[in-house]
């Protein structure tokens, strides 16, 4: 159990990650290929990413590398997951190469205790920036062969959660929030419980916590292991396979086109939206998002009100039927029965 202990200001700087953390997510992704873990959740992603590497030996020897440094279980050194301010993977690449080597040699020397150090790490008394570049290198790789296909819609059930926890927050503040959490975790104040392989005690000291949803974590939630760092809980989310989500996708794109229906996708997943907001989230040139909803809008199947300096944005009942039609699973809009 990882016992995390709270004070009144850390009650007041819970925060929740908006979109999903690309280097968390590819973390717990190589946990997964590694494990037989979530058959249903994970078999169809995992079947296509083997086939996918058997065809790409730079992602295979990619792999090949983060997994002699990111074991299934057990310490995994915290730098290979930086903070990242919206889930931008380069940007969460670039803090990475930028490791102290102070640090870098401290985390690999903890590593070393349970398994070898990697003979591509350069010893603490060298240069790191070579070893940094590699991992950088591998990370990015690796994420474009088997996360970008379906990043997607890891960032739509990651939305999805943090609709839920939004609502959870406006309906009953920190606590509720804290209370959803459950199974996983239980809010017993002044301290949250949470299901963790090991005994741990973490103390938040006015510090607060982030939380960070994943798809790619399994069961159990984890955390950085360095109790100086910023605390991040990451936390898996509710999943639908890969396989069945991307059917839905398919259909959708095929009738709207990729961008229209992500648009949608995004617009129907919150209660209000406005155009910069759907622009940041799908990565979009604002002029894009507008006219992508613009399309929408002459279609029926989003309507805009302005409020104040900005023009929110909502999708109708046509729209929701639409989505629910093609198997589309989206906060709290659950497809229909088969």
Not at 79 to 105: H, I, M, N, S
Request: net charge positive.
């Amino acid at each position: 159990m990882l016992r995390i202990h709270f004070g009144w200001r850390d009650l007041e700087n819970v925060r929740i990650a908006q979109q999903p953390d690309p280097l968390w997510e590819l973390m717990c992704a190589v946990c997964r290929l590694q494990t037989r873990q979530g058959l249903v959740e994970f078999g169809h992603w995992r079947r296509e990413t083997v086939q996918r590497l058997s065809r790409d030996r730079r992602a295979a020897h990619a792999l090949g590398t983060l997994r002699t440094i990111i074991p299934a279980s057990g310490y995994i050194p915290d730098f290979l997951t930086p903070p990242v301010a919206g889930g931008c993977l380069e940007a969460g690449l670039e803090q990475l190469r930028a490791t102290p080597r102070d640090r870098l040699a401290a985390e690999l020397t903890r590593f070393a205790r349970t398994r070898p150090v990697p003979s591509w790490i350069r010893g603490p008394h060298e240069p790191a920036v070579s070893s940094l570049k590699l991992m950088s290198d591998a990370l990015q790789a690796s994420f474009r062969a088997f996360l970008e296909p379906y990043w997607r819609h890891v960032r739509s059930a990651v939305g999805d959660d943090v609709s839920v926890r939004t609502r959870a927050v406006l309906d009953g503040g920190t606590a509720a929030l804290l209370e959803g959490l459950h199974p996983f975790a239980r809010w017993n104040p002044p301290y949250l419980d949470v299901d963790y392989p090991v005994d741990r005690e973490l103390r938040l000291e006015g510090r607060g916590l982030t939380l960070v949803p994943s798809y790619f974590c399994w069961l159990r939630p984890t955390a950085l292991a360095d109790p100086a760092l910023d605390p991040v809980l990451v936390y898996p989310v509710r999943k639908q396979p890969l396989d069945i989500a991307r059917a839905g996708e398919e259909r959708l794109d095929r009738l709207l086109g990729r961008t229209r229906s992500a648009v949608l996708v995004d617009v129907a997943g919150h209660p209000t939206r406005t155009t910069t907001e759907v622009a940041r989230a799908l990565e979009l040139a604002p002029a894009s998002a507008s006219y992508q909803i613009g399309v929408l809008r002459g279609a029926g199947l989003i309507v805009s009100r302005r409020d104040g300096k900005h023009v929110e944005h909502t999708a109708t009942s046509l729209a929701l039927n639409l989505l629910a039609g093609t198997g589309t699973t989206f906060r709290g809009v659950p497809s229909r029965p088969r």
